[in-house]
């Protein structure tokens, strides 16, 4: 039971008199200790991307992507500039900082600064960034921007019930699970159960404090190995 009423004693959610709408994501790099997350230039980014994605030898990356993938370079460049060079969903790009390529991908999507929710998806990483601290660092910068920068309330995850990888990746990076919304939409001709995951303003301080402590050079010995998960840093 809310501990908030109205006049006529029903319960309602707690005020936000102080609430004011949020801006957008700016365009602009966020850097780290081993990437940075940049607005996609297709001009810049495409060759690396399509090098970095063709090193997935069976292409199973793109199973549960609703595109791709794609025969040749122009047809990826092609798809990159109709489909990827909008404000929303709004494209990024990861710059692995070790050789200055890009090596992955991920966005902003769903985007809505009035009530101070926001969503990140299309996230596509290639082999050069799978299981490494780029991967995890790709997704605490963009967490960052989202509640440190812009002030939202509400960061969402969502992806089809099956995809056990996705799913797996949400927990482990804080996200958590709300339930599973049946039917919901259907790709590559195929239907698609989609899981939501969900992390909140009030949630993000203690997480932030974990990837801070996981991201840290000393957390990985010489061979880039980690010291100790991720969780193991959870409060």
Not at 181 to 197: C, E, H, I, S, V
Request: aromatic letters at 14%.
């Amino acid at each position: 039971m809310s501990e908030y009423q109205n006049s006529l004693g029903q319960p309602i959610g707690f005020p936000l008199e102080d609430w004011n709408e949020r801006p957008r994501p700016p365009l602009s790099t966020i850097t780290g200790k081993y990437c940075k997350v940049e607005p996609l230039d297709v001009d810049v980014h495409a060759e690396d991307l399509y090098q970095a994605y063709g090193k997935d030898q069976d292409q199973s990356n793109w199973t549960y992507l609703p595109y791709g993938p794609f025969a040749s370079f122009d047809q990826f460049e092609t798809w990159l500039n109709s489909s990827c060079c909008g404000e929303d969903p709004l494209f990024h790009s990861v710059i692995d900082l070790a050789t200055g390529r890009a090596v992955g991908m991920a966005s902003y999507l769903r985007i809505e600064p009035n009530v101070g929710v926001i969503e990140v998806g299309h996230i596509h990483f290639s082999p050069l960034m799978q299981r490494t601290p780029i991967a995890t660092e790709t997704m605490y910068l963009m967490m960052k921007r989202v509640f440190d920068e812009l002030g939202y309330r509400r960061y969402e995850w969502k992806c089809d019930s099956l995809n056990a990888t996705s799913c797996n990746a949400a927990k482990r990076l804080g996200f958590k699970f709300e339930g599973v919304f049946k039917q919901l939409t259907m790709y590559k001709g195929r239907n698609r159960d989609t899981a939501w995951y969900a992390i909140i303003d009030s949630e993000w301080p203690a997480l932030k404090s974990m990837f801070k402590a996981w991201l840290d050079p000393d957390n990985f010995d010489e061979n880039g190995q980690q010291r100790r998960s991720l969780s193991s840093f959870s409060q």
